[in-house]
């Protein structure tokens, strides 16, 4: 068995829902069972985090009162609504939230991981994590991986990682899973194509371009993980040098993540830029896919092989009226919200993002999964905030 797929405890046997529920083993089962077993893993998860952060504590008894009654309307407003969000979540929590406060509901002795969200500048969601949250979480991105065959321990892999190159005290969030990800093949070789300096990070177009040359005539398959922006940056480079289409060897695979938020004004369609991975570099569409996710709520949305972002059983995705935070019903665009009971260390069961996204019945998507999936369509307003992927994007300044 891969060692993260291994069984992890819940810290207190008072969160006996929370185990069962984590402890599912299939990543995308659906059903009247599950979403009972869901709620009362919210319940568990609320009291756990009310007895341990006073400000959890205040924030729940506030809008107790005000949750009932927003359960009660959604069940009446639309029957094409999503589930009941009253029946599942907590208070909502703005990601923004974390770029502010440090709020723990584990003593500091207890944390086991200290992740940020941003890069170079700007405010930086502070997230901690305990033992159970973190493996919790690298558990369903091994069972995701399992059910789509991507954990190969016998086949050696090459990896191109459009991410930061691991330095002293780095924390991004998304350093730390495209490493974490290497842990499914092992590897031949492994490049990346933000360079360490010594006093920051730098993109090395000519690098990158070097190790596809190389992985394309080597004879096991290459792995690419990270921001789309690079990679797309990395083909016009290389249409812009006249360089010939390259054939990664079969079995190679892309997985993106991090999005294009510093790059929004040039970021082309999924359609184009998948059409262009393919003719240049020979990976069928199946084998390329996005993943969301991020430091305050790292449970993985990775696309099927019909390229959406289905929800897997631990989580549970409502989309939130810009005006009202409302619950919106399926096709209606507005914040996504994202709710999940595995985390134990900070209050973050139930988070508002930035992005604004659209929500969609599983039956609507075509593949073999039933869960609901979610379209993402930008960032909502302008922040001086910045991601990873923003202050990644800042180093392809003055390279296009």
Partial sequence: MNPHLAPVDVPDPALARVQELCDLTDPYTVGPAEDELFAAAMAEINAWHSARSPFFHRLHQATEATEATEAAEDTARSAEATASAGEFTAPLVHANFFKRHEVLSIPRDDVHLHLTSSGTTGQKSQMFFDEWTIRSAQRMVARIFDRNGWITPDQEVNYLLFSYQPAPDLKLGTSFTDNYLCDFAP??????????????????????????????????????????????????????????????????????????????????????????????????????????????????????????????????????????????????????????????????????????????????????????????HGRAGVSRNKSCAVAAAELMKGMS
């Fill in 187 to 376: 590897a031949r070789n492994v490049e990346y194509a933000l360079r360490n300096t010594g006093s920051g990070h730098e993109f090395d177009p000519f690098g990158v371009i070097a190790a596809l040359r190389r992985y394309a005539e080597d004879d096991v398959p290459v792995r690419i993980l990270g921001f789309p922006a690079f990679l797309w940056f990395t083909l016009e480079r290389m249409r812009a040098m006249g360089l010939p289409p390259l054939a990664l060897p079969e079995g190679s695979l892309i997985l993106f993540g991090g999005g294009w938020k510093g790059h929004a004004d040039q970021q082309i369609g999924k359609d184009e830029l998948y059409g262009r991975i393919t003719e240049q570099l020979g990976v069928p569409s199946e084998r390329i896919r996005d993943t969301f996710g991020s430091v305050e709520h790292c449970i993985p949305y990775i696309e099927c092989d019909h390229h959406r972002l289905h929800a897997p059983v631990w989580s549970r995705v409502f989309i939130r009226s810009t005006r009202t935070l409302e619950p919106l019903p399926y096709g209606e665009a507005g914040y996504l919200h994202l709710v999940s009971p595995y985390i134990t260390s900070v209050p973050a069961q139930s988070v508002v993002m930035g992005d604004l996204a659209t929500l969609h019945p599983g039956e609507e998507c075509g593949c073999e999964l039933n869960t609901p999936w979610f379209t993402l």
